[in-house]
Structures are given as C-alpha cells and as structure tokens.
C-alpha cells in the first residue's frame, strides 16, 4: 500500500481512502492487500478522465 501510495505521490490515508470509495482497486493475498501496478495505472487514467471532464 505505501508503494503505491508513493508512486501516487499521495499519503498512505488518501490511498486507503480511495481504495474504500472504489476508486482505487486491489487484490486480497492471505491477510493483505496489494495494489498490483496495473491498478495504479488505471486509477491514473481514471484520474485524468475526470480532469478532463
């Protein structure tokens, strides 16, 4: 999570939060959750969509 959060360039807590809104996907590993790449590369599109809206 922190990962991708970095990547983002947003803090751990907004990455959670947009994970909890449905806006930021991941993938359940035992008792994690991941945020495979592709995923943060889709919720970048999904963020440039909506700025350019």
Excluded: D, N
Aim: hydrophobic share 40%.
């Amino acid at each position: 999570m922190e990962a991708a959060a970095e990547m983002l360039g947003v803090k751990r807590s907004t990455a959670y939060e947009e994970i909890r809104r449905g806006r930021l996907r991941t993938v359940q590993v035992g008792r994690r959750r991941l945020v495979p790449t592709e995923y943060v590369e889709e919720y970048i599109e999904l963020l440039k969509s909506e700025s350019a809206a």
